[in-house]
T-cell receptor, first 115, second 115 residues
Framework: AQSVSQHNHHVILSEAASLELGCNYS??????LFWYVQYPGQHLQLLLK??????LVKGIKGFEAEFIKSKFSFNLRKPSVQWSDTAEYFC?????????????FGTGTRLTIIP | NAGVTQTPKFRILKIGQSMTLQCTQD?????MYWYRQDPGMGLKLIYY???????DKGEVPNGYNVSRSTTEDFPLRLELAAPSQTSVYFC??????????????FGAGSRLTVL
């Protein structure tokens, strides 16, 4: 079965620390990759996405992610986190197939930033 | 522009009761989705629709039903509520004119408790 794995369930960092959240998927072939974020009390919103082209994708709020096809990975990074980055982060994947656009989400990583 | 609107935001049901979670979007998106979010489990797709009159099952459809009579509305019905359906439900929509353009807009969520 197709799956998306986020191995870090809860990450705690101090402000200004660097962040890397792991995401691995089990699909073969062409994929679309996403990171969504859910801030406390808010609904999910798109952080960044990769469809094709440059495997290093830049998103909002200083986040970036790198698609490494050989490793089936799409890790999320930020060089210096802020307290406002406290949120739950979800990696998601779909296989482009017109009429079957379903996203599969990972289990999420809760990020807590300590001031 | 309201985006995706879900009602109610909170609801407590007794075992065996039925209810409908409403979802409306005003972005003329053709695709709509229902997900449930459980702690540590990420988001699981319940049902989705690629257009009015067309619905299909996701990963966890048992105990739920949907309909899509208009482009705007995608209600989720629970016929016989069970404690296992205690969860936060998210409706989402997207426009995907061509394969790979799928980016979801989420509603604020509906927290359902079944006692």
């Amino acid at each position: 079965a197709q799956s998306v794995s986020q191995h870090n369930h809860h990450v705690i960092l101090s402000e200004a620390a660097s962040l890397e959240l792991g995401c691995n998927y089990s699909y073969g072939g062409t994929v679309n990759l996403f990171w969504y974020v859910q801030y406390p009390g808010q609904h999910l919103q798109l952080l960044l996405k990769y469809f094709s082209g440059d495997p290093l994708v830049k998103g909002i709020k200083g986040f970036e992610a790198e698609f490494i096809k050989s490793k089936f990975s799409f890790n999320l990074r930020k060089p210096s986190v802020q307290w406002s980055d406290t949120a739950e982060y979800f990696c998601a994947v779909n296989k482009p197939n017109f009429g079957n656009e379903k996203l599969t989400f990972g289990t999420g990583t809760r990020l807590t930033i300590i001031p | 522009n309201a985006g995706v609107t879900q009602t109610p935001k909170f609801r407590i049901l007794k075992i065996g009761q039925s209810m409908t979670l409403q979802c409306t979007q005003d972005m003329n998106h053709n695709y709509m989705y229902w997900y449930r979010q459980d702690p540590g489990m990420g988001l699981k797709l319940i049902y989705y629709s690629v257009g009015a009159g067309i619905t299909d099952k996701g990963e966890v459809p048992n105990g739920y039903n949907v309909s899509r009579s208009t482009t705007e509305d995608f209600p989720l019905r629970l016929e016989l509520a069970a404690p296992s359906q205690t969860s936060v439900y998210f409706c989402a929509s997207s426009y995907s004119g061509v394969s790979g353009a799928n980016v979801l807009t989420f509603g604020a969520g509906s927290r359902l408790t079944v006692l």
